[in-house]
């Protein structure tokens, strides 16, 4: 950072600051990657249940808040007895790019509105698939392409699904249809993304 000009002589320790924030997040992901290779045992879940959790009504709220933006196949997964890094993974699939950032981008404005909690996405909408980390809870938004390639449900099929039913619509958690996925659906729903999508992904 700069004051009138000149640079600030916590310049450094910033520039310290980042490159250790950047490391911690390598970390974050081998550990998770470490963990999907490992052996996971069946039967290794015990009580509390997944909606006793503490984080649950977190991930109420990203299911809603993608459910807003109409994403589909929204999933929780509890992942708390398989690895220490996260408490939930939450997926979701968006039928076209634009939809994958409007559903991130609603995900991220409850988030800080509701927990004062922000999450620099991770990946791109233009690649299909976004991650916004909040710690305890993992959030993945794909395009349906993308969510079928990398198949991370399976991965982590012993997790301990948590029921959405109860805060997703019911076409929230469908799977799209096959047939819609090939059609633009971007002129049907631009109207209610934010205008200032853009300058948050550029």
């Given at each position: 950072r700069t004051q009138g000009g000149a640079p600030c002589e916590r310049g450094s320790a910033s520039a310290t600051s980042k490159k250790g924030s950047k490391s911690n997040q390598s970390d974050r992901r081998r550990n998770l990657v470490r963990g999907m290779m490992l052996p996971q045992p069946k039967g290794t879940l015990s009580p509390p249940?997944?909606?006793?959790?503490?984080?649950?009504?977190?991930?109420?709220?990203?299911?809603?808040?993608?459910?807003?933006?109409?994403?589909?196949?929204?999933?929780?997964?509890?992942?708390?007895?398989?690895?220490?890094?996260?408490?939930?993974?939450?997926?979701?699939?968006?039928?076209?790019?634009?939809?994958?950032?409007?559903?991130?981008?609603?995900?991220?404005?409850?988030?800080?509105?509701?927990?004062?909690?922000?999450?620099?996405?991770?990946?791109?909408?233009?690649?299909?698939?976004?991650v916004l980390d909040y710690e305890d809870v993992i959030v993945h938004v794909f395009t349906p392409a993308m969510k079928d390639f990398y198949d991370l449900e399976s991965l982590w099929r012993n997790g301990q699904a948590l029921s959405l039913a109860q805060v997703v619509s019911p076409e929230g958690l469908m799977e799209p249809v096959e047939e819609d996925l090939?059609?633009?659906?971007?002129?049907?729903?631009?109207?209610?993304?934010?205008?200032d999508d853009e300058a948050i992904w550029g």
């Open positions: 249940l997944a909606e006793d959790d503490p984080m649950s009504p977190m991930v109420y709220a990203i299911a809603r808040a993608g459910d807003d933006r109409r994403a589909q196949a929204i999933r929780a997964i509890r992942v708390s007895a398989l690895t220490p890094t996260t408490s939930f993974f939450v997926t979701m699939t968006g039928k076209s790019k634009t939809q994958v950032q409007a559903i991130s981008n609603n995900i991220r404005a409850e988030m800080e509105e509701a927990y004062d909690l922000r999450a620099k996405p991770q990946g791109d909408p233009g690649s299909g698939w976004v090939g059609i633009d659906v971007d002129s049907e729903i631009d109207s209610i993304w934010d205008e």
